[in-house]
Every structure is written in C-alpha cells, then in structure tokens.
C-alpha cells in the first residue's frame, strides 16, 4: 500500500503563487508515475500535470506555462509549483501516485485551493 498525504493548498488572491506538497508513504518502491489531479464543484476530475519517475512531465492545456511539477524520489514527494493563479484554477487539488506493476492507483486526502478575484 502506498500512502499520499498533500499539504500546501489554501487561499490566494489572482496572480498569486501557491506551492502543493504531496508526500509518500509506504510501499513507495512501486511508483512510477506521480499526478495531480484537480476537481472543481459540479466537474468531473481533471488531469492537471503528471511526473514520471524519470523526469518526464505532461501538463493540462489550460496551466501550461503556469503550473510546474517536480518530483525529488530521494525524499519520495512531488510538487506543484502554480503561478499566475486565476479564479477557474480553484478546486479541490488531489495527489496521484501509479504503481504499473499493481495496476493500482493511490489518491491522497486533497487539499483545497481557492483563488479569490
């Protein structure tokens, strides 16, 4: 089992910057890819950027050039570096962890960010 717990959501006015944290826990060995995943009121969940275990990155359309993710595998935590930040962007931010071998997902707690304008 693995074990994801996210921290760095919060309140922040247009143009603001906020820093996601997402730790590992567990049988952290497994992962290869690690997400973040967002989910507004009424929408569905969406695709906000993923990492693989080498590097690799994919981000949604609608953050490219905004958000970054970084992976530090040494410390077993990923980040969601989001700048620029605009009102459509607050949602409830959820961290995402993929273990091919197990065909499993692993999803944290998620952690609420709120842009005000």
């Known amino acids: 089992q693995v074990q994801l717990v996210e921290s760095g959501g919060g309140l922040v006015q247009v143009g603001g910057s906020l820093r996601l944290s997402c730790a590992a826990s567990?049988?952290?060995?497994?992962?290869?890819?690690m997400g973040w995943y967002r989910q507004a009121p009424g929408k569905k969940r969406e695709l906000v950027a993923v990492?693989?275990?080498?590097?690799?990155?994919n981000y949604a359309d609608s953050v490219k050039g905004r958000f970054t993710i970084s992976r530090d595998n040494a410390k077993n935590t990923a980040y969601l570096q989001m700048n620029s930040l605009k009102p459509e962007d607050t949602a409830v931010y959820y961290c995402?962890?993929?273990?091919?071998?197990?065909?499993?997902?692993?999803w944290g707690q998620g952690t609420q960010v709120t842009v005000s304008s």
């Open positions: 995402n962890a993929f273990c091919p071998g197990r065909a499993s997902d692993y």
């Open positions: 567990g049988d952290t060995i497994c992962i290869s890819h």
């Open positions: 990492i693989t275990s080498g590097g690799s990155t």
